[in-house]
């Protein structure tokens, strides 16, 4: 058993991976929609991909933009997201990978 000292210690804060985390992203990776608190008023849900075990949030914003890139380059395999900014102020950035 470990001690509340020892757990706090080691405790880090809950946080949501971002798409733009990612150095390149396929445009065939399976996206999920993830529902959390859900049943409760605070209910919400997001998209996600999931890379190697960790589910990365897809803003709707990035899902957008790369829908008007396929829809020139509807061959496109890879991409990146380049995020600028927080909260309600974040801007994203799809870039098409050759």
């Given amino acids: 058993m470990i001690s509340i000292s020892e757990e706090a210690k080691e405790s880090k804060p809950a946080t ?17 929609t993830k529902v959390f608190k859900e049943g409760t ?8 991909i999931n890379v190697d075990g960790i589910d990365y949030r897809v803003p709707f914003v990035v899902l957008s933009n790369l ?14 997201v380049k995020k600028e900014g927080t909260g309600m102020n974040t801007r994203y950035t799809v870039i098409p990978l050759a």
């Fill in 67 to 80: 829908k008007a890139i396929l829809e020139e380059k509807s061959d496109l395999k890879f991409f990146k």
């Fill in 16 to 32: 949501t991976a971002n798409i733009a985390d990612l150095d390149k992203v396929s445009t065939a990776a399976p996206i999920e």
């Fill in 41 to 48: 008023e605070e209910e919400f849900k997001v998209k996600v």
